[in-house]
């Protein structure tokens, strides 16, 4: 894997149509080979001998290529490709005798595999591929498209738009199936590869080189673009759809994009893709809202108003008629468009000063390049709403506007951007337990999740394939309920103070949802943060001073002690952890225990660093084959993650995961197959039926279950 990797960075840095780019996808198609990846495989030998590989090395990649055919059952094409090779070896009795008879005997290997192959297929026909088919909305919104008929869109004066469920909703229903209308990778996270990438070139591995810059699949065999070794795409149609619709302007500004931030790059991404919908309302709008009405040219009111004629928008008394609510059009549907992001709310009252001084200066640097590199194709064609390859025109008058736009939306994100996230494993890859943590992976605009309102305990959870938000309901929601989503700032990772701060800080409002509403345990706070009592084990009560909540019981104890305790907890935790990451499972055991019996004196036992303990010592029990163990310690972890995250979290799922892999490959089958059945019905609510933990769990079963009856002892 590494190895692909750093051939797509060397494909990335190479010119095209030249021997190196050549190289680099051969050397890579040898990895992806090795990986079991043979279609992309495939792929990239046909990218190298579009670049010109060397006629020199042409067997040895043919041979490849034929074992890929081979290995995906395309024997005609695999047949035709050795009757190639046969035909280059004919023609070439120069090539080096040990390297020739080499390539010859693996020829003949292959050709009496395909042989094998094609009298099988008469005897067996080859069974039908089963395709999963993506989940959608069960019946989709005549109002909002992008949502199920099961909610509905309101408006209110205090807390604007929101959904509502139109009738009763259960868990795991799919409430809203959205693309984004514009997402930007983030290039800041580090995913870790532990193959040893480290020497004196620069080897460090980021999102940029494992995801799509459009559609953010995850990929070894990326695609560069031709004029920048930046942006990198999972196929060539993946980039050409980019440029013709945003890339062609953002190539020649990518260091300044990534200096500005993905909030700068993110509007003028929305922008750009503004060319290709009906804006002229947009526009006219805007120029509305702007206190200097000199920014409104004469030639842009010239063409506001032909803009408006060839859109056909009703007009009474010469104005505009406005729609009940923001976003939606005069017929009241609210659809994924520019209309509805531009109509998301920009609080540009609440903003700072300092805040707003900064985003302008970033956005009039943008334009300032943009119009130095004289390519700012902002003019849509009107007549048709299908892309059209990206042209050089000339400079638009309406650079102004397009700039305030741009302000407007980077003003808009700081409460309207949503983070799109995917699930990393974390680890060894040969760890047999599977862990995994959430990563963000890009931000984007997503106008219907945005009508969403916050609660520090919502009834919904939202998950992602590429760039798509799928929002499922997470508990039963009564017909008239709000739908609500968290931004961030949940119950059970946060205490009131500081989501009350946090939402304030960035989305500028007071929360009132039930879980702020209820009167905090002032004394004692959470029970996953709550120490308890040496003596009795109650838990801690107090500020400064801890008292035992026993009232038979007299201790007390600081909490600044506590505080330092536990401090020196965690210090020796994460030895143990770094223990068990080198492989030293014995001393990681040994110092793990320690731990636990130290929390044991003045943690409660629903305290997270119990859990982490708990969790540490299953991982290292299961690294030795000791299943009972491993789960008897999971067991425990499970119980800290409960109490926490509740019942049907998808923490909750993921542990349960892990529950039924140990009690898999501890050959418990009672048990393995109870906890796969709880674990699925979790992540259900959750997760998409495509999900890896979710497929592994029926394979799990499905395997548990073919197993032979185990045959009864004698009686006696």
Request: with cysteine.
């Amino acid at each position: 894997m590494g190895a692909a990797v750093l051939y797509s960075k060397g494909v990335s840095h190479s010119r095209p149509n030249t021997e190196a780019i050549s190289l680099c996808y051969a050397n890579r198609s040898a990895a992806l080979f090795h990986l079991g990846q043979y279609e992309t495989c495939l792929e990239d030998i046909i990218r190298a001998q579009s670049h010109g590989y060397p006629e020199r090395l042409q067997p040895k990649m043919m041979l490849r290529k034929a074992e890929c055919l081979v290995t995906l059952g395309r024997l005609q094409e695999a047949s035709q490709t050795i009757s190639d090779l046969e035909g280059i070896f004919a023609a070439r009795p120069t090539l080096a005798a040990s390297h020739f008879q080499v390539l010859q005997r693996n020829l003949h290997q292959l050709k009496t595999k395909v042989q094998e192959k094609e009298n099988l297929s008469e005897t067996f026909p080859a069974a039908p591929t089963k395709a999963f088919k993506d989940m959608d909305l069960m019946e989709e919104s005549e109002q909002i498209p992008s949502a199920s008929s099961s909610v509905s869109l309101r408006t209110d004066p205090l807390k604007g738009r929101y959904l509502i469920a139109t009738k009763d909703i259960l868990p795991g229903e799919i409430l809203v199936k959205e693309d984004a209308f514009v997402s930007v990778l983030n290039p800041g996270e580090m995913p870790q590869l532990h193959h040893g990438l480290e020497s004196k070139w620069d080897t460090r591995v980021t999102n940029g080189d494992l995801h799509c810059h459009r559609c953010l699949k995850h990929t070894l065999a990326t695609v560069p673009c031709d004029q920048c070794s930046y942006t990198k795409y999972c196929s060539q149609e993946c980039m050409q759809q980019a440029w013709e619709l945003y890339h062609s302007v953002e190539c020649p500004q990518g260091g300044l994009l990534l200096t500005l931030g993905v909030f700068c790059h993110i509007a003028l991404r929305a922008t750009l893709l503004a060319r290709f919908e009906d804006i002229g309302k947009v526009i006219r709008k805007l120029c509305g809202e702007i206190s200097n009405k000199d920014i409104c040219l004469p030639e842009s009111e010239t063409m506001l108003k032909t803009l408006s004629y060839n859109l056909g928008e009703n007009e009474e008394n010469g104005k505009i008629v406005e729609t009940p609510i923001p976003g939606c059009d005069i017929n009241g549907k609210y659809e994924n468009n520019y209309n509805a992001v531009f109509n998301l709310l920009p609080h540009t009252e609440n903003h700072s000063p300092e805040h707003k001084f900064l985003c302008a200066l970033s956005v009039a640097a943008l334009c300032r390049q943009l119009e130095a590199a004289s390519f700012w194709a902002l003019k849509p064609d009107l007549k048709s709403s299908k892309p059209k390859a990206a042209v050089t025109p000339a400079l638009s008058p309406e650079l102004n506007i397009w700039g305030v736009v741009m302000l407007r939306h980077v003003l808009q994100l700081q409460c309207n951007a949503q983070a799109i996230t995917t699930i990393q494993q974390t680890g060894s890859k040969e760890s047999i337990i599977t862990d995994s943590r959430q990563v963000r992976l890009a931000t984007g605009i997503f106008p219907v999740v945005s009508l969403l309102n916050h609660s520090c305990s919502p009834n919904t959870s939202v998950s992602f394939i590429s760039t798509v938000a799928t929002i499922r309901a997470s508990q039963q929601i009564g017909k008239g309920q709000e739908i609500l989503h968290c931004y961030g700032p949940h119950e059970s990772r946060m205490g009131v103070a500081e989501r009350q701060q946090k939402l304030r800080s960035q989305y500028f409002f007071e929360c009132n949802c039930p879980a702020c509403h209820e009167e905090p345990r002032a004394t004692a706070g959470p029970r996953w943060e709550a120490f308890c009592c040496h003596s009795c084990r109650a838990v801690m009560q107090g500020d400064d001073v801890l008292s035992c909540g026993n009232r038979s019981c007299m201790e007390s104890v600081s909490r600044g002690h506590l505080v330092s305790r536990l401090q020196d907890l965690q210090q020796q935790v994460g030895m143990a952890q770094k223990l068990l990451r080198n492989g030293k499972l014995e001393q990681a055991i040994h110092r793990l225990l320690g731990c636990q019996r130290d929390a044991e004196s003045f943690l409660s036992a629903e305290h997270t660093m119990v859990g982490e303990i708990e969790d540490d010592l299953a991982q290292a029990y299961a690294a030795l084959g000791d299943w009972q163990k491993s789960a008897t310690h999971l067991q425990k972890s499970l119980r800290v993650v409960e109490v926490r995250h509740g019942p049907s979290s998808i923490e909750m799922g993921h542990e349960l995961f892990k529950l039924a892999q140990i009690f898999f490959n501890g050959c418990a089958v009672p048990e393995a197959l109870n906890t796969i059945q709880k674990a699925e019905k979790v992540l259900s609510i959750h997760c998409d039926p495509w999900s890896d933990e979710i497929e592994e769990l029926r394979k799990m079963r499905s395997c548990l279950l073919d197993l032979p009856p185990v045959p009864l002892g004698p009686s006696g």
